[in-house]
């Protein structure tokens, strides 16, 4: 089992910018591939981006891609997302999650879930 702690949301205005970051415990880090979903008050839990073991394969949700950028550091066993151009609709929690690869996160097969952290993007 993986334990997954997320940190760095906040507020933000439109347009701003937020770096998430999800630190990985247990299990080896490097074996499994790594996401982030986020959950809007009412809404369902929708995938945002995955990334593989490896790092040279990722997904973007068509709402995020140009904006978002998902990354890992195998060292700081370590996942992060770049959040860019920060829109009020992207206010939600965002989670981090694992998978056994960037493909069956992307249609939410998923090994852990952290608790999650909240993004709020005022306008």
């Known amino acids: 089992q993986v334990q997954l702690v997320e940190s760095g949301g906040g507020l933000v205005q439109a347009g701003g910018s937020l770096r998430l970051s999800c630190a990985a415990s247990?299990?080896?880090?490097?074996?499994?591939?790594m996401g982030w979903f986020r959950q809007a008050p009412g809404k369902e839990r929708e995938f945002v981006a995955a990334?593989?073991?490896?790092?040279?394969?990722?997904y973007y949700a068509d709402s995020v891609k140009g904006r978002f950028t998902i990354s890992r550091d195998g060292a700081e066993n370590t996942v992060y997302l770049q959040m860019n151009s920060l829109k009020p609709e992207d206010t939600a929690v965002y989670y981090c999650?694992?998978?056994?690869?960037?493909?069956?996160?992307?249609?939410?097969?998923?090994?852990?879930w952290g608790r999650g952290t909240q993004v709020t993007v005022s306008s």
């Open positions: 999650a694992t998978g056994r690869s960037s493909l069956a996160i992307k249609v939410q097969v998923i090994g852990s």
């Open positions: 990334i593989n073991w490896s790092g040279d394969s990722t």
């Open positions: 247990g299990r080896t880090f490097s074996s499994y591939a």
